[in-house]
């Protein structure tokens, strides 16, 4: 493997076979459902590949996530892989990871180095596209509509990649048909409450909401819990488009309070194992992963929802 | 043309956006409360925005790992669940505030860190969805119209002031507060005082924790109350509390919450953008102390008293201004 | 300074007053507590902006924007409490803001040695380098002086200096006040001991609730003259102060309190010591002596190593306050601003503080019994201004003092420790204090009072244990409680105990 | 703590590993240092951790409009200064109390992060690519960062001002009583003002550390660091209420709160919650030794 070996300094009672892989891996946080699904999914996938994980967990700073890696290289890991909490400001110590001639693959984010052959390859889900399919069910589904179509937006975390990306991606899509207007959109922070209590001021002052597109399913379960507290019917009077389609989300889909809703995948943990293997083994993989993902109607939810597994 | 001051009544229950404050500003008012009392004591309880997120994913979670997840006696249990975990944990503030005198703010850091981890090892770190009608009612019911959460906040209130006004308790805060060593001379119990109001603090926030996750019917573990505590302090302070401790104000802290959820939710209503709004939000705080500073309102007065003699308190102003900007 | 009115809120503390300071004069400024003397001070210096009149400095109109300025302009100031800074040594608090510096840096050798030598002046045997807060608040006392004297000012202010010290202290410092007013440095000066008026003061300026009484030459004046300026009338209680209201000790009586070999390392070696109801046992020593530490033995706010107690005859551990509290045992703590006043609640508040503290706080005194208590003491005590709502910490330090002593007598002890009860408190508060232990004991309340000054000492003990170097030297009672004898003692040790 | 990690953990004990506890902290030592200056007046500065990011994007966004490093950096320093200037003075002036005008310097230096961009921006300034890539050589195969050397100065400057200067004392002395340092005619405004400003200063330094650690600027960087300094401050021993405490104790609570950082990237197996477990239990036992230590000390 890639000047694994060297060190040899695996963790103690590994034991099992000189050959087993070593995968340094650093986690965001755990700062939603989706999040543990896929951090989950990362351990699953390790144990059943036989690759033996370190992981780390940043607690949302990029400045634990450097010194995970960094201590990942000390340890002379034999792949490390990551998810940037933030695109910049990777070159260095991805340029120490290159120099101790260990493979780095990103997962569900990317960096923006100019220098792509700093990491092998990036695996994970494509925000902006996300956005726009959001926005092209909206298009077609108002399609022959007549007059204007109000629409309220809940925002992630201001300032977070997935945020600016969906809000980029559907802006963009919607802006084919001049009937579709944004006529709010505050941040909710990606979480329950927020989107409830950002609803609720929405619903006060904008009396004509057609729909509401949130950039998660959690927010936009909150807010659904405003709707119906304000004595309209979700998904009926207020049509929801959601992003992720974590197994509450479904559910309301599968209800009818929520309408579509783009996946964002989690699972990710078999697919890099995969690459994890080949890149150990320093076969050529390709520079962008896009994971498979879907988007749900009501009818697709309800048949995917027994086997909804986060 | 809707407005902000609107109220009519929807399924047997107020509506509107003054209500939407108090019924947001419910577990704001209660963990600042709290915090009233143990900053009264010259301590600080950092850990309230954690015991929030704990007890909301204690209660979720053993309703929704119960056998019967709908029924109120489940619900109870958790309510009471929750409950008893956040006194323990008070006292354990309590414990290290008190016995072992270590510093107020870090002994509450301990907590504040390590129990989001606890809460998250609750709930296997994923948001615990519950669907439990009595769970539910805690912040969707109403008693008499009003909001169940505004009721129950206004009740621990009065509780409060009716406590602290009809026993010792108060007076016994401040005075160690204002002088912990004359205080223990006096023979005052200082350690169980300060006991008490570590737990009393770590109750409120597990009842605002409460309200909280039956908003959305749901536990966050890692996001309920995340920087709960700063808004907590910083509504103490808005009320007129010193953070050197000693005299309190109950009343001005119920005030200071208030201004707070306004000031919230005026940002949310009046459309100003993400981007902006810590600016705007920081602007307003700066501006309401500000009009509170006595240095500031005795210059005002040295000018006013030229042309008239009746300066109106400027606390009462700070609702009238952050009202005048919703429309 | 001219027609000086200074006002807090309501209260006029101050109305067109006129204080006039001479170069190479002692002048002293009198009143009773709360009268307006600290306050006047403060104004000179710039602590309180003036509300109307004028202070001119050698004829120039000044307004000093704080003490900073007033110092500047070469007036140094010892104010009443203690205004030091207790976490930093010794050396460091005489020379703060003006310490040695060698190329931009302090100096900390040259630190050293230059408060080694402020010290020596005063002849005060402490380690520089020794942090302030652990040192009694009558050494604290006089490092404010030590500091005040450092400086070589024009003018030197020094408001109650003397509050805490004991004679040879006093002597001392009379010593250094001589030297600096033969220099030509004017010299103001309060005190509530009148003896020590009419030994160093030149002329003097009296004060009544805020407003000026007069100027006189000391030489002009009787002290009974004096007196009755200050309180505005004939003062028969200061005919009972030559009157020793002495109890005989009822020795059959089983003692409230009785110690043996009580003791703290480094702070005070094994002491036995009895005192029964009635009794009034006072300690008697130098600065530094023990007594305190003693005191805060008997009352469980520090922890002995050695030694038993037994309180009316069971033997008890006292290892906090509430536990002596509980006891029966009330403590009236010497440094009044750090163990004693709650600054921001109110008179009342105060006053009935340790009662409260004994019933819990669930039991809360009802308002109107409150009410009564409040009003009784400061009526009895003549606490001003007589508002049990005002804060205590806005109060003159003379009133706080009493309300302290009211906290601890509405508790109706059986045995209160009393360690410099009369600090600060002006002459006919002195005697009514006096007055007040000594009827205590009458009723059978046991007493330990300590003082600094030994008058009141020998005059209000009916036994007095000698202290000196933290050993017990002696004890003497009935006919033996005498001045010369007890001074002896304190002197050369006697060597009769141990 | 540190030998039982050495025990655990093979490589734990390496000296590279301790440098690279001071290389990963740099900034929260110089951000420690300033804080404890305040923290000794027993006032609070809460805005650090926003002030570290507003800098890091002020830097960031002027390299990409074209302007000269070393006089972004200037610009960051000075900014950072007189922030903590304007802030130093409400609270003087207008005696407010300081807990209160960081925190709105808080929301507003963090308010003004995303009001220059949301997104993060990276750096590809030359002059900042080398100092943030250049490794100091020690001697054998150890090394340290430039950012290393630079908290070194910071922290040897602030004990010589801390120790060795009237301003110095003065702080001290505010810190133990203001009331009295007043009385004694120090110049309180200059000192309680002067914390403030060195504090700005220091973020803004430790801003420009983070910058050349990160080498992006972004608007959620260093969220929550405030609590990492005061954390650090605390545990090194300072008292929170002010007049007592040393800038070498801050230094030894950063290491602290690092150590714990490194044992447990070594632990490579803590989920995350248990991880945060780990972090509170670690800084519990720690407190709890200070706590110890300083008793004994005291006894
Ligand atoms: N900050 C303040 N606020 C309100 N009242 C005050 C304040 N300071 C002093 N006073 C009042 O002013 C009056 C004069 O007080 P001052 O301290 O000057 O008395 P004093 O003559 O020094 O008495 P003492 O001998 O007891 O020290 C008192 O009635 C006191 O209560
Ligand atoms: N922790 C300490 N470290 C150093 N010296 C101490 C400490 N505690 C007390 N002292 C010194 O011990 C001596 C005894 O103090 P104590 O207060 O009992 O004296 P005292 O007889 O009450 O005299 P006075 O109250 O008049 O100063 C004092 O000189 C004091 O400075
Ligand atoms: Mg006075
Ligand atoms: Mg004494």
């Not at chain 1, 990649?161 to 909710?188: H, M, W, Y």
């Not at chain 2, 109403?142 to 002031?161: C, E, G, I, K």
């Not at chain 3, 300026?229 to 020793?244: S, T």
Request: proline share 4%.
């Amino acid at each position: 493997g890639g000047g694994g070996g060297g060190g040899g300094a695996t963790a103690p009672g590994a034991g099992a076979g000189g050959e087993a892989l070593t995968l340094g891996f650093s986690q965001v946080g755990a700062e939603s459902g989706w999040r543990t699904a896929n951090t989950k999914s990362v351990q699953d996938a390790a144990g059943a590949a036989g690759i033996e994980l370190q992981f780390s967990d940043a607690q949302q700073k990029q400045e634990n996530q450097i010194k995970a890696i960094r201590s990942f290289i000390q340890q002379r890991v034999d792949v490390i892989a990551f998810s940037p909490v933030v695109e910049s400001g990777w070159d260095t110590v991805l340029m120490e990871a290159k120099r101790a001639n260990i493979p780095v693959i990103l997962t569900d984010r990317a960096v923006d180095s100019t220098d792509t052959t700093l990491y092998k390859t990036f695996l994970g889900s494509d925000f902006v596209e996300e956005g726009r399919k959001a926005g092209q069910w909206l298009v077609e589904d108002t399609a022959g509509g007549s007059g204007p179509v109000n629409i309220v937006e809940l925002q992630g975390t201001t300032g977070s990649a997935p945020a600016i990306d969906r809000q980029e991606g559907f802006a963009e899509t919607i802006a084919q048909n001049p009937d579709l207007k944004v006529i709010a959109s505050q941040t909710g922070d990606f979480t329950r409450s927020g989107g409830r209590q950002v609803m609720e001021a929405f619903l006060k002052t904008h009396p004509d909401i057609d729909v509401l597109y949130a950039h998660n399913d959690d927010m936009g379960l909150g807010a659904i819990e405003a709707i119906e507290a304000a004595g309209k019917v979700p998904g009926t009077d207020i049509k929801i488009i959601t992003v992720d389609a974590v197994k509450d989300g479904m559910q309301a889909l599968a209800d009818g309070k929520i309408n579509y809703i783009v996946e964002c995948n989690p699972l990710l943990g078999p697919q890099l194992m995969d690459l994890v293997k080949k890149v150990a083994a320093g076969e050529e993989v390709p520079q962008r992963v896009v994971t498979e993902e879907t988007t749900f109607d009501t009818a697709a939810a309800k048949a995917a929802l027994p086997s909804r597994q986060y | 043309m809707p407005s902000f001051f609107a109220v009519r009544l929807q399924d047997g229950r107020l509506y509107g956006s003054l209500i939407d404050i108090l019924h947001n500003g419910a577990p704001l008012a209660l963990a600042a409360l709290g915090m009233t009392l143990v900053i009264a004591t010259r301590g600080i309880d950092l850990s309230v925005g954690t015991v929030v997120a704990i007890s909301g994913a204690v209660a979720c979670t053993w309703i929704a790992s119960s056998p019967d997840p709908a029924s109120p006696g489940t619900a109870l249990t958790g309510i009471g669940l929750a409950l008893a975990l956040a006194a323990a944990l008070g006292a354990w503030n309590g414990f290290l505030v008190a016995r072992l005198g270590i510093q107020p703010i870090i002994a509450t850091l301990v907590l504040m860190t390590a129990g989001r981890g606890l809460a998250q090892l609750v709930t296997d770190g994923q948001i615990i969805t519950v669907n439990n009608g009595f769970f539910a009612g805690i912040s969707g019911s109403a008693l008499l119209a009003v909001p169940l959460t505004v009721v129950v906040a206004a009740a621990v209130y009065a509780l409060v002031a009716l406590v602290t006004r009809r026993t010792a308790l108060g007076t016994l805060v401040e005075a160690v507060g204002i002088n912990p060593e004359a205080s223990r001379l006096a023979g005052v119990r200082s350690q169980s005082i300060v006991w008490t109001v570590y737990v009393f603090a770590a109750l409120c926030a597990a009842v605002a924790g409460l309200m909280i996750s039956s908003n959305v019917n749901a536990a966050d573990a890692n996001n309920a109350g995340l920087w709960l505590e700063l808004d907590a302090i910083l509504a103490v302070v808005i009320g007129g509390t010193s953070l050197a401790g000693g005299r309190y104000s109950i009343a001005g802290t119920l005030l200071g919450a208030l201004t707070i959820q306004t000031l919230t939710t005026t940002i949310y209503s009046v459309g100003i953008p993400p981007e902006v709004s810590l600016v705007f939000k920081a602007l307003v705080v700066i501006l309401v102390f500000l009009a509170q500073a006595p240095k500031v309102r005795a210059l005002m007065r040295r000018r006013r008293r030229r042309r008239d003699d009746a300066p109106p308190p400027a606390a009462t102003a700070v609702p009238a201004e952050t009202a005048g900007s919703g429309r | 300074m001219t027609g000086i009115s200074v006002a807090f809120g309501p209260v006029q503390a101050l109305q067109s007053v006129d204080l006039r300071l001479h170069p190479g004069e002692v002048h002293a400024l009198m009143g009773e507590n709360g009268a307006g003397k600290s306050t006047l001070i403060k104004t000179l210096t710039g602590v309180h902006p003036v509300d109307a009149g004028e202070i001119r400095v050698r004829g120039e109109p000044v307004a000093f924007a704080g003490p900073a300025a007033a110092q500047a302009a070469g007036i140094s100031t010892v104010y009443q409490e203690v205004n030091l800074c207790p976490n930093l040594s010794v050396g460091e608090n005489l020379l703060l803001g003006r310490e040695p510096r060698r190329a931009g840096r302090i100096d900390w050798r040259g630190v050293r040695r230059r408060a080694a030598e402020v010290l020596g002046r005063l002849h005060l045997d402490v380690d520089p380098s020794s942090p302030l807060g652990a040192h009694s608040i009558a050494l604290q006392q006089l490092v404010a002086i030590a500091r005040a004297v450092e400086v070589e000012a024009r003018v030197l202010v020094l408001d109650e200096p003397t509050s805490s010290l004991d004679a040879s202290e006093v002597a001392e410092l009379f010593r250094v006040v001589r030297r600096l007013r033969e220099s030509g440095v004017a010299i103001l000066f309060v005190s509530h001991f009148i003896e020590q008026v009419f030994e160093i003061s030149d002329r003097m300026t009296v004060l009544r609730n805020g407003r000026l009484v007069g100027e006189y030459a000391t030489a002009d004046i009787s002290r009974r003259q004096l007196v009755s300026a200050m309180v505005g009338r004939e003062l028969e209680v200061l005919e009972q102060l030559d009157r020793a209201p002495a109890e005989p000790a009822a020795d059959a009586e089983p003692p409230v309190l009785a110690a043996t070999g009580l003791g703290r390392r480094g702070a005070i070696e094994p002491v036995d010591l009895a005192v029964r109801p009635g009794e009034v046992v006072g300690l008697a020593g130098l600065l530094g002596s023990g007594r305190t530490e003693l005191a805060r033995l008997l009352f469980g706010a520090d922890r002995a190593d050695t030694g038993e107690l037994t309180v009316g005859g069971r033997p008890v551990r006292l290892r906090t306050p509430r536990a002596a509290i509980d006891a029966g045992i009330a403590f009236s703590p010497e440094d009044r601003k750090a163990e004693g006043v709650v600054a921001d609640l109110s008179v009342r508040a105060n006053i009935v503080l340790a009662m409260q503290a004994s019933r819990g706080w669930m039991r809360r005194i009802p308002r109107r019994k409150q009410d009564e208590l409040a009003r009784r003491w400061i009526e009895l005590l003549d606490i001003r201004p007589a508002d049990p709502d005002a804060l205590l910490g806005n109060l003159s330090g003379g009133n706080q003092q009493k309300v302290l002593l009211a906290r601890w007598l509405i508790t109706q002890p059986r045995l209160l420790i009393l360690d410099e009860p009369t600090r600060g408190i002006d002459v006919g508060a002195k005697a009514q204090i006096q007055a007040l232990v000594a009827e205590q004991a009458r009723e059978g309340t046991a007493v330990v009072f300590i003082s600094a000054e030994l008058d009141e000492v020998v005059r209000l003990s009916d036994r007095v244990l000698v202290l000196r170097d933290r050993r017990p030297v002696a004890q003497l009672a009935g006919e033996d409680v005498e001045l010369d004898r007890v001074m002896e003692l304190i002197a050369t040790g006697g060597g009769a105990r141990a | 703590m540190f030998a039982g990690g050495g025990l655990r953990y093979e490589s734990f004990a390496s000296g590279q590993v301790l440098l690279n506890l001071l290389i990963d902290n740099s900034f929260l030592v110089v951000l420690a240092v300033g804080m404890t200056f305040v923290i000794l007046t027993g006032g609070i500065d809460l805005s650090v951790g926003s002030v570290v990011a507003l800098s890091t994007m002020v830097a960031a966004a002027l390299l990409r409009a074209g302007w000269s490093p070393v006089l972004v950096m200037l610009v960051v320093l000075v900014g950072g200064a007189v922030f903590g200037l304007a802030m130093g003075a409400v609270i003087h002036y207008l005696e407010i109390q300081p807990f209160i005008v960081t925190l709105a310097g808080m929301f507003l230096a963090r308010g003004l992060c995303y009001v220059i961009d949301l997104e993060s921006i990276p750096i590809d300034d030359p002059l900042f690519r080398t100092i943030a890539q250049t490794a100091v050589p020690l001697g054998g195969e150890l090394f340290v960062s430039p950012s290393v050397l630079v908290a070194t100065v910071v922290v040897a400057i602030a004990v010589y001002v801390l120790h060795l200067t009237r301003f110095g004392r003065t702080v001290y002395a505010v810190g133990g009583n203001p009331q009295s340092a007043m009385l004694m005619g120090l110049r309180v405004a200059q000192a309680r003002v002067g914390v403030y400003v060195i504090s700005g200063a220091c973020s803004a330094l430790a801003g420009l550390l983070f910058t050349f650690y990160m080498l992006s600027g972004y608007s959620l960087h260093a969220v929550g660091m405030e609590l990492d300094a005061i954390a650090a401050v605390v545990i090194g021993g300072t008292l929170l209420t002010g007049g007592s405490g040393f800038v070498l104790g801050s230094v030894l609570g950063v290491l602290v709160l690092g150590t714990i950082q490194t044992i447990l990237s070594f632990e490579g197996t803590l989920s995350s919650w248990w991880s945060r477990i780990v972090i509170g239990l670690l800084l519990l036992v720690f407190v709890v030794l200070q706590r110890v230590l300083a008793r004994r000390g005291v006894a």
